[in-house]
């Protein structure tokens, strides 16, 4: 009898870890309070002028601690004031972001599943994965940093003071760099079109995360090193790392002053990266609106603005025609690079 | 720095941390233990939870999902034959074969102690020699890796069971599936045979889950409960603990291995499994009873498991002074810094010192913890074993399957876990030990990427392996651990028939 009951009391434990198991995976979802699950079953909103009566959810495309999913954790956060409903963050990864970019687009118009979409997902990397969606599925609804790629060496380790002397000794000699991104994404592309653009002959040393690259280029494992600022900062702060070059689309003011942009040397390899925010282009007018008010207000709170500036990330409060444009500008761009990559 | 260790022991000694490692650890060894389902899934899970939180009692239910979840995985490990992470597949050695002799309840009480221990060793190490090994880390580039990697591989031999040459075969399979996908360095799809969801490689949990958990449920298909000649022999759990003898004989497994966890957890990209495997390898050649391992030999689960709890505290010594994550957990435990506005990097001691002692302290209240809580449960989980067969069958189906869906919510996955649980089971049959398919898995992608990005950085030198102080380091203990492996063997062939010694 004993020994039946506590066989009952183990199953029970085990049915529960089983539910459990259930609620797994690469989703971080916080826990919804009570209130919205009795609202939600009343079914869906037939108007959009009951927007929104469930809980919001932002699909990140990429890991948990990367720029978009902090920001957007962040947006989260400071929403809790002007937004009725709860917001929460669910990083969809896996094949280069468009698993989370073909949840979004399966999603239903309804505005409750929102996207932290950048530019390559439109213009770089249907190129070689298959994805279902295109820039008009969706409407951008605000930009939210901008990412400038950032050319850097080790002067101490190098000699190189400044690009002009990258350019030079490049002319006779192999270069290696670091980056820390693979075949196929946004760097890789831009950096080999740019090579190919100055005529240097360069190995790419492909690393598991920015700051193995920027470690690699301050112990002089490399020549250069591909990467965004403030990951370098400490480093520059040395003397250990210089950032000497940059391929946003213009001049970069960083901490330690101007860094130049590509065209300056009329290399064309320009790259700027992004992240913004995007729903499905068929979403009710009145929703978009309702939360373009919302992101206003939390872009106007300096909770949100400190944080960034603590972070070192560069808000980019650009309008959802803005960020349009800018998606447009770049499909052009990668469109050449990765011409030039295939004719090599 | 005494002031940093007085006011970070202060927050880590305040109820909210202690109630917070609490949870963590209970969501951790939960976790753990269950096939499918690893320490970094916790850890996803319950990041929300720590945005309202101060940044020390946050960390501390992360952090106790990380040593618990390192440490549940042993549970499985020792019970189900099924480790319930990857830290855990050299625990399934010694633990299930121990578990087949009635000894579970031993066996897991060794692996709670020597979890203890290594998570203890390396705490100590991390709050107290964390700026020097990061000065050490920083040199470590793709040659150290590969090397430390390398070593990882030719252990094959001394974990590969009675056939060797099965062993190495298992190996190159293991690597094998590690090759399917995007190769990292010139972006060419290998064996995807035009199929796009192949592209992206074969998930480790997918492998994991087939290898292990399925094919140990194949094998027993044809397991009839009225014939169970166990359950008609009444064989009885034995209720015999672990003994200060034993506990004597594997105190030098467990400073070797904390040691090795330690200096493996330390270098970026590899991780708890890569240590307990060469930990579990080193142990063998240095004990009496080098011959019993493999069949349920005490030491052999106390070097493997002190190994994997060994890596938790050095991996975050990368991580706090670099930014560089150890590994996969670790790599979600820097996007927890980056919410509480930390950045890790080099800043960060100079920014937080306070903060990055209280969370070091944390560890070593995590790690004691750990202890206490496991001596709790032990008694009851070892009793799992109890639970009839025909039942426990479909609950590790379900948990595995759901486990591999949910980790990237495909269905192939769960197809592609089907597969491999298929092909173990018949190799298996063939006498094929599946520990080293694991280990080739594991560790197949990161020898390569090394290797070539070591070429790529000496211009296609071979010299680069041994012009580099630490990367010859490693280079010559993995060839030390080669030669002793054929020294040994050719001796015990001259030697032939002779009896054993000691």
Redesign the interface.
Known sequence: MKMKK??AF??AL?LM??A????????????VPENTSGSSQAEEPSASSDYPNKTVTIICPW????GA??IA?KIT?VAEKYFDQPI??E?????SGT?GMGDAFDAAADGYTLVTANGPLFSLTPKY??VQYTLDDFTMLRGMRTVSLMVVTNPKTTGFQSFDDILEYGKSH?L?YATSS???GDQ?VVSSAAFISMGIEA???????E??V???I??G??DLGLCTP??Y???QE?GTALAVATFYPEDVETKFGTVKCMENWGIDAIFGGMDCLAIRSDTPQEIIDKLNAMLDEVYADPDFTD?LK???YNLWDAKGDEVQTFIENQMDSMERYVELLESK | MLDYILAGLEMAASWQSILMIALGLLSGI??GA?P??TAD?GI??C???T?AMDPIPAMMLLLGIYCGGTYGGSITAILINTPGTPANAATTLDGYPMTLQGKSLKALQMALYSSFFGGIVSALICLFAAPAIARVA??F??PEYFCITFFGLSIIASISGDNIIKGIMGGVIGIFIALIG??????VIRFAFGN?KLA?GIPLLAVLVGLFALAELLSRSNYDPKNDPARKAKIKISQERVTWKEIKQCFRAWVVSSVIGTVVGAT??TGGGIAAFISYDQAKKMSKHGDNFGKGEIEGVAASEAANNATTGSTLIPLMT????GDGCT??L??????Q?M?????LFRDHPGTLYGIMLGLLFVNVLMLVFGLALTPLYS??S??PYE?MSA?II??CI??V?????STFHVLLAACIGVASFLLRKLGFSVVPIILGVVLGDLVE?NFR?SM??S?GSLSIFVTRPFSLLFLLLALVSIGSFFYKSIKKHVKGTAPEQK
């Open positions: 506590r066989f183990l199953l085990a870890l089983t459990l198991t259930a609620c797994g995976g690469k989703t971080a979802s916080s826990t890991g948990v601690g990367g999913d902090t954790r956060q929460i963050v990083n969809h990864t896996g094949a698993i994965v298959d192999k290696t693979g075949p196929g890789y190995e790419p040393v492909v690393l598991g995360s700051a193995e920027v470690n690699a301050a112990s494992q490399v403030p990951s900062y400490a480093f040395e944080y603590e972070m070192g | 939960v976790i269950i499918g389902m899934i996803i899970l990041l929300p939870l945005y920083q040199t580039g793709p995007q190769d990292s360095v010139s972006g796009r992206g970026p990209g670099l930014g560089i994550p790599a979600i820097i996007g927890a810094f980056m919410l506005g950045i890790p990097g080099p800043a009793n799992i109890r639970i039942l609950l379900v948990y759901a486990g869906y949910s980790n990237e919510g990427t990005n790529i950085l211009g």
